[in-house]
């Protein structure tokens, strides 16, 4: 695991928590399936600029806040 995966990782959880959502619904919502967004959120899996994007939208983000939060963890 890198540390930019673990931080996206931990700000895409941070991000769905806020707003309630399960994993299931977050990954439905995004066209994911949950254990690949459990894998992005453990830092285990690095998701494309793609997916990452498909995430943002589900989560209402801007990508560039999202990418942001997870460089400020660092900060």
Do not use: H, W
Request: proline share 1%; aromatic share 6%; net charge negative.
């Amino acid at each position: 695991m890198t540390r930019v995966s673990q931080n996206f990782g931990a700000t895409i959880r941070f991000a769905r928590e806020r707003r309630s959502l399960s994993q299931e619904a977050l990954a439905e919502l995004a066209g994911l399936s949950r254990n690949f967004l459990g894998d992005i959120e453990r830092g285990k899996a690095s998701p494309t600029l793609e997916t990452m994007s498909k995430l943002a939208e589900a989560l209402g983000e801007k990508l560039s806040t999202l990418l942001y939060q997870c460089e400020e963890m660092d900060g």
